[in-house]
């Protein structure tokens, strides 16, 4: 019986080291944040969000790829896989705002987000960008 997904996820999240866990870019507070919060000692849930970021940038990365393919059947693959990574990506990063959400009972504010040293806050709600946009990131701007 082939490996599943879990196993192998479980597996990749076992992999990342403390240093992988230190480069990500946070945004820095902003005025309308309000800190509730930080995960600076949970590594577990920091591999989530940096795994799943990883496997969205890749999909972003093989798309690019993808328009440069040498074939048709070339770029079917490569868009193949770029969709398979961009749904595995969203699905570990919705992990990763369900978690947050849950361990500092945010459930009832529409926008969440973490920021430099791993701090979590919440933000008073920017309704400058249409909620599809927002959503692109987890509700996190």
């Not at 770029?82 to 504010?109: M, R």
């Amino acid at each position: 019986m082939p490996a599943t997904w879990f196993k192998l996820l479980a597996t990749e999240l076992e992999s990342l080291s403390e240093n992988d866990l230190s480069g990500p870019l946070l945004a820095e507070l902003e005025e309308k944040d309000h800190v509730v919060g930080d995960i600076t000692s949970d590594l577990e849930l920091q591999k989530f969000y940096v795994f799943g970021r990883r496997l969205i940038a890749e999909s972003e990365r093989l798309l690019i790829d993808a328009r440069e393919a040498g074939s048709r059947k070339e770029m079917e693959e490569l868009v193949s896989r770029a969709q398979e990574l961009t749904d595995k990506g969203h699905l570990i990063v919705n992990i990763f705002w369900t978690s947050i959400k849950d361990s500092f009972q945010l459930w009832d504010k529409s926008s969440i987000g973490i920021r430099e040293g791993w701090q979590v806050v919440w933000s008073d709600q920017n309704t400058s960008l249409p909620p599809f946009l927002r959503g692109l990131f987890g509700g996190s701007l």
